[in-house]
């Protein structure tokens, strides 16, 4: 395969994937000496203090442990050096991630993946640890499938990844949010306003529902939900009658603006209506408790799970437990957020 790369010669990825993937025995995972990490996809808080704990987990128990830069890109381009104990000193609190990030499109083409796992044998990595999203781990998968054995960890504030419960961030991210809100909710009461605040979540609604019920929204909306802009403003004109003076929106920014919401809304009831777009304010700053203790849990087991020879797994979060699955099946799960949250959040607004 590696031939085929140096010389060029380069074969469909998936027909090569799929053709190697077939040989790998699984029974007999290879000896591991170096292992590698990168975080890939968008930052979260906590990714520090993940690769923290994987490179002291991994220094203790006798790994050659390998720093990549830039996530996937950095691989392609073989940014990477050691990382010895000492090197992660003082990260554990600090959000981002300080081998930095990136949504890489030379992973896209089979020449990146090839060079990518080109550069693991240069640099001495047997297996590499992945902290982000599906969408990294759909990438680690391509890795692991030509026989470069992986791991990953769930980082992203969305909480979106299918295998887990929990991913790390999303603690981080939603107190984030909800400070902000609250700091809103004081200037919309004493405007008598309607405040319509966009939280992140592209795809996802885990920070708008959750932060929603936080701070007592009178209507979260979320891309998992179709909505309409007359139930909207029908909500609006109910709570107005019961007394109420001020109102809360929570949009996660997959579900729709609040500029153009905020704008309708005043159009239709005459309420004074505000937009506040949180943004990558919600990406940053130092991890909460719960990313902390999560992410160190969950750096040991990846460290764990290669010392036991379980490879190519995804570690997880389920019913009050750190485990691991398979990155197939973890990648072939679907995850449906709580319908009855979202109803039961309408029992208190
Ligand atoms: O990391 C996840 C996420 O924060 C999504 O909620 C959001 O849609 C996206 O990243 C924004 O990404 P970018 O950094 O490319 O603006």
Redesign the pocket.
Known sequence: MFEEYVNGNLPNLKEMVAKNYDKVDRSAEPEVHGIGILTS????PGMNATIRAVVRAGTKAGYKMMGVTRGYHGLWKGEIKELGHRDVSETLQRGGTFLMTA?SKTWETPEGVLKGAKNCEVFGIDCMVVIG?DGSFKGARDLARIGIPVIGIPG???NDVASTQYTIGYDTAMNTAMEAIDKLRDTASSHERCSVIEV?????GY?ALNVGIATGAELILIPEVPWDMKDVIKTILDCRNKGKRHYIVIVA??AGSATDIAKQIEEATEIESRPTILG?L??GGSPTLRDRTMASLMGIRAIECIQDKRLNRLVVYRNGEISDVDIEEGLSLTKTISMEDLERSKLLS
Do not use: F, L, S, Y
């Open positions: 996809g968008g930052d979260a949504r999203g992203t504030i969305d992140m979540g592209r795809h996802a920070i920014e997959g990558h919600q990406r």
